[in-house]
């Protein structure tokens, strides 16, 4: 049986827990582990994924210019960096995120109405978890640091 996850802003209380996670090196080359974001930098939104009020996945949500590489939709958000911890995988849990993840945007950023990511061709696992959970492909390609990226999008 699945726990139910929470979204919530990063908190220094959930730093030690974050520092800790590890993902499977298959995994490594598509994502960053959340200890990579322990600086506070203006536009980029740390969000923790929890189950039971403990940490359990994490991804970054960004307002700032970057997000003009992927959207031409001032009011777009980027998505970048979802991971859950290996410890953790294959309990639903990024895939429960995914799904609260226009709520939790239409109440904590108002103004937003577009999420936008980008997805390694290659990585065919988290192609289909962005997939089921109702983000569509749209056409752009991007190059990344490992090959091509689509670039998906879902509308709120």
């Given at each position: 049986?699945?726990?139910?996850?929470?979204?919530?802003?990063y908190s220094k209380g959930y730093?030690?827990?974050?520092?800790?996670?590890?993902?499977?090196?298959?995994?490594?080359?598509?994502?960053?582990?959340?200890?990579k974001y322990t600086e506070s930098?203006?536009?980029?939104?740390?969000?923790?994924i929890l189950s039971g009020g403990?940490?359990?996945?994490?991804?970054?949500?960004?307002?700032?210019?970057?997000?003009?590489?992927?959207?031409?939709?001032?009011?777009?958000?980027?998505?970048?960096?979802?991971?859950?911890?290996?410890?953790?995988?294959?309990?639903?849990?990024?895939?429960?995120?995914?799904?609260?993840?226009?709520?939790?945007?239409?109440?904590?950023?108002?103004?937003?109405?577009?999420?936008?990511?980008?997805?390694?061709?290659?990585?065919?696992?988290?192609?289909?978890?962005?997939?089921?959970?109702?983000?569509?492909?749209?056409?752009?390609?991007?190059?990344?640091?490992?090959?091509?990226?689509?670039?998906?999008?879902?509308?709120?």
């Amino acid at each position: 049986m699945e726990s139910i996850v929470q979204l919530d802003h990063y908190s220094k209380g959930y730093e030690a827990d974050l520092a800790s996670f590890e993902l499977p090196e298959e995994q490594n080359r598509y994502t960053s582990l959340p200890n990579k974001y322990t600086e506070s930098i203006d536009g980029q939104h740390r969000i923790v994924i929890l189950s039971g009020g403990e940490p359990v996945g994490f991804f970054i949500l960004h307002t700032s210019d970057r997000v003009k590489d992927y959207s031409d939709n001032s009011n777009a958000m980027l998505l970048t960096s979802l991971s859950i911890n290996q410890a953790q995988q294959g309990k639903g849990y990024g895939k429960q995120a995914m799904f609260m993840l226009g709520d939790f945007i239409k109440r904590e950023f108002t103004s937003c109405n577009e999420v936008v990511l980008a997805v390694n061709h290659k990585n065919l696992a988290a192609q289909q978890l962005y997939t089921r959970v109702g983000f569509k492909d749209t056409g752009r390609r991007k190059i990344g640091p490992i090959g091509e990226q689509f670039i998906l999008n879902f509308r709120l």
